[in-house]
């Protein structure tokens, strides 16, 4: 007998089919009602596509993406300084494919009702196969209505903010039919805190919104440098202002924009973060002078609100992988889905992923009007409280999926550890946690009507004790100034769980809304895993596991 008869020691099974081309709109039954729910279900036929773009050949790029890190050049071999970053050409795949089906430009090309859910639910598939190219896409997105705010620059730079051709090349706009827009604000030693920023603003002429000037500083955080132009800040005489950086001047010349080096992320490997220098950079002022910060916030509260899509998505990918496999894998004889325990687990996975989506495409829908007072005070309110609390849910969400795979969970073969290393990004990126609280109190301190506005949202429970209870004691808590800043994190979230109670209960879904209630505001646990007794679990776990077709 020879020895090779011993080499196969074991055959293959109880492993999970393949999710490999999975359609990610398909397979997923809450997005497609919640986005049909406020407004977006004109855009189904889009939105198939790009799950099945997003379940196929996006999800190879983003493996390649993250395998292949961005590289910085600095210097050409001639000895030219170039400030260049090369990326794989699975992340221009990724840009290409998300610019071509209108990801950075849909809300403001056709902005009939329901353009921002149509558009987050076409950015809830794009990132679950990569998020790590949300940044580019996101701020290029975001800079219409702060670019909107000065016409002359709006007229040259819109029609190709808007327009569906990705073109990487590192020429000026002159030569390109679309372009990208990063962002720069922070500075080594402020932080969140821009006031505290030190770069300056010289005019070339006479200075003032539209003119021209030169920028002599430094950006701790700018995200992604190989965009054409940068939205940043920068002091003049007057204070804090705001400017247009593009990355070549009118003659097609470099600016003076100088890459020091690029950051070494926990996760989001497929971006270029980087650290810059202007010395003497042309920038054309944004808005009014002195009045930045108000200027810049036009992008920030739309980067904010795709940090909330940014988490969602993530958990939404997280809980596909883990329904997925455990709907398959056999332990102990018995199917994982099937075992008491892992349906607890699973279920409350499932509602946690729900409620985030419900949350972001109602926040989708407030963004669709505009010119509705209550809507208009509902967005700039919840765009802080969804922000804090879907991004700080994400990443325990999704380590208690890879708890699902078990080993397999932890391994770079599976899309797991990608997806934990992306998450704290959106709780970090556009203003931490406590920023986001301490935004909450100020719109409700300094804003009319914006106390009434969610009070008039939440209702009176809609029917539900325990939601009339919770709504009624976030009252009192609200009349209550003393400490308010020490507590805010615990307002927030109970102004953010109690929001999403609402919008479960109003979607009519009996099994979801009264398992979330009974498990947030009720007798659940403290981690995942732990919903009370009488919740349907075995249907909340069905409503969210890939059928594949």
Known sequence: MSLHEFAETHEVFNQVPSLDGANLYRVDLPLQEWTRRFGGGWAEGQLDAYGALAGGPLMQAGFLANENKPVFKSHDRYGNRVDLVEFHPAYHELMR??????????????????????????????????????????????????????????????????????????????????????????????????????????????????????????????????????????????????????????????NQFYIQRLKNKLGNWANASSEVEFRGALAWMVGEEGRGVPTIIEMVSLTRFDCMIGSSSLMRQALTQAAHHCAHRKVGGRVLAEQPLMQNVLADLALESEAALALTMRMGKALDNPHDEQEDKFARLVTAIGKYWICKRAPAMINEAQECMGGAGYVEETILPRLYREAPVNSIWEGSGNVQCLDVLRALSKEAGVLDALFAELGDGHGDARLKTHIQRLQADFRDTADIQYRARQLTEDVAVALQAKLLLEAGNATVSDAFIASRLGEGGRVYGTLPRGVDAEALVARSTPHLI
């Open 97 to 254: 494919t998300a610019v071509e089906h209108g990801i950075p430009s849909l809300p403001w090309t056709d902005p009939r009702q329901g353009a921002q859910v149509a558009r987050a639910a076409l950015n809830y598939l794009h990132n679950q196969p990569e998020a790590g190219n949300a940044c580019p896409l996101t701020m290029t997105y975001a800079a219409v209505p702060a670019l909107k705010l000065q016409p002359e620059l709006a007229e040259i730079w819109l029609p190709k903010i808007l327009a569906t051709e990705y073109d990487p090349r590192n020429v000026g706009i002159e030569q390109k039919a679309g372009v990208t827009i990063g962002m720069a604000m922070t500075e080594k030693q402020g932080g969140t805190d821009v006031r505290a920023n030190t770069t300056k603003a010289h005019a070339v002429g006479m200075g003032g919104p539209g003119q021209a000037y030169e920028l002599v500083g430094h950006k701790w955080f700018c995200s992604a440098p190989m965009c054409d132009a940068f939205l940043t800040l920068a002091y003049t005489d007057k204070g804090l202002s705001c400017f247009l950086l593009p990355r070549h001047r009118p003659d097609g010349s470099r």
